[in-house]
């Protein structure tokens, strides 16, 4: 069966700090850990009142030293806000101290508003360069070479994996010509999903890091005990996302009885597009999504987005999905042997 990993945006709660969102989102890794979750990423985010991973580095280093085997990483670094040198120096450090466990996944959007990505970069043509960014970040990586005169230290000769996130047709070209794995955001963006993975499989180029095409497809996943339950819960995600489409982001609010109740209709039906990959209720119904979810993507991976406000039950939430995974698991065996 395949793995199963976490992105985690260190959600910061209504009435709650960074501090506390930080110290949870440590928790939940350590949770994840000990239930056989494959990998950790978190995500740069800025000026987002709802989000503490914005030091994503930092995050990173702090998760990887408060476990022990989970793969630690980025979903993802915004090349673009950031010198290819500044990187390679950032996670060749992690690799350093957590050798074989960082991840280094590369997104080219911002990550930010218009006027905060000003803020950030100064320079607003980062974007353009993102493909020259990403093959000048690969070269920091590689063996010692006495003709190049830059290096990063540490970086140079450390094996830190380079991934390619994606919301469109560009990630996965770029991704399938570098010969890299490749990760879309469905969770959140998930009109061009089929289409980026089928460019990206027919265009792969084999490369040294990886010989074939290996795509990580993202899904929002809220497990409870009754569909009634995770379907409330979910209401804070979807709150999430209407604030952020009026433009007035915020802390993550409380779960509501009733959305509808409280929001316009063509708002909300705006909404629901954007959240189209998303698994939502018991552990049954959500092992009937996520199966067929992965017979239509034929991903490789899933990384599991799971947006709850009260903490104890977003552990609950991944508890119950990792049942699910192994019982897919199990399913998958069973019919194998048949």
Known sequence: MIPFSILDLSPIVEGNTATQALRNTLNLAQHAEQLGYNRYWVAEHHNMPGIASAATSVVIGYVAGGTQTIRVGSGGIMLPNHSPLLIAEQFGTLESLYPGRIDLGLGRAPGADQATARALRRDMTGADTFPQDVVELQRYFQPDDSNQF????????????????????????LAAMLGLPYAFASHFA????LR????????????????????????????????????????????????????????????VDNLRANWPENELAAM??????????SPDTIQRGLASFIDQTQANELIISAPVFD???RKHSLTLTAQVRDALAAQETELATV
Not at 190 to 193: D, I
Not at 206 to 228: F, G
């Open 190 to 193: 998930p009109a061009e999903l």
């Open 196 to 255: 980026a993975l089928h460019m990206y499989r027919t265009h792969f180029k084999p490369s040294a890091q990886l010989k074939e095409p290996y795509a990580m497809v993202a899904v929002n996943v809220v497990a409870a005990d009754t569909d009634a339950e995770a379907e409330r819960l979910f209401t804070s995600v979807q709150q999430q996302f209407l604030y952020i489409r009026r433009g007035k982001a915020r802390q993550m609010q409380p779960p």
């Open 272 to 281: 629901d597009p954007m959240l189209r990959c998303s698994a939502v209720g």
């Open 311 to 313: 903490h104890q039950a």
């Open 150 to 173: 830059i290096q990063a230290v540490p970086g140079t000769g450390l094996n830190v994996p380079i991934w390619i996130l994606g919301s469109s047709l560009f990630g996965a070209q």
